[in-house]
């Protein structure tokens, strides 16, 4: 069985990150979607939230589980059994950060990452532009699955 771990805040979860979980889908026998929460950052929405929001995006579709964790990405694709990360690269400042974090997880855990281009039309949309565009009240709908 091949499992892929995608791991993320989604604070929120975006149509740029449901693109990258459809298209990884074919890949894997099993995709664990890590809902990570590290209590050194400050999030919009609860884990619970999170999660919850992203299970109700997968109800339907047997291959995805969603989980929390606030141990090392590494750590939880160990538990997961995971052959690897899936990540989602929107621009060259995303390549260079995750190939970072790539090298990183494989030198220390041996489970390596494959990345998946954002599709063009997603590349403008991040959690962090999502959450700012919600603090001034705007509409965010066409942004979310």
Not at 4 to 22: A, E, L, M, Q, R
Not at 71 to 92: N, Q, W
Not at 121 to 141: A, N, T
């Amino acid at each position: 069985m091949k499992i892929g771990i995608f791991v993320g805040s989604f604070d929120p979860y975006t149509i740029g990150h449901h693109s990258i979980v459809k298209r990884a889908l074919p890949l894997f026998d099993r995709i664990v979607i890590g809902v990570g929460v590290n209590e050194r950052k400050k999030y919009m929405q609860s884990a619970e939230v999170r999660l919850q929001k992203i299970k109700d995006v997968y109800i339907n579709e047997p291959k995805v589980a969603v989980k929390t964790y606030s141990d090392l990405t590494i750590d939880f694709a160990h538990r997961e059994m995971a052959d690897y990360i899936i990540k989602g690269v929107r621009s060259v400042k995303d390549f260079e950060y995750e190939r970072e974090q790539a090298d990183i997880n494989r030198k220390i855990g041996g489970v390596e990452t494959i990345l998946l281009y954002a599709e063009p039309q997603y590349e403008s949309i991040s959690s962090s532009l999502v959450r700012e565009l919600i603090h001034f009240g705007k509409d965010v709908k066409q942004f979310l699955p």
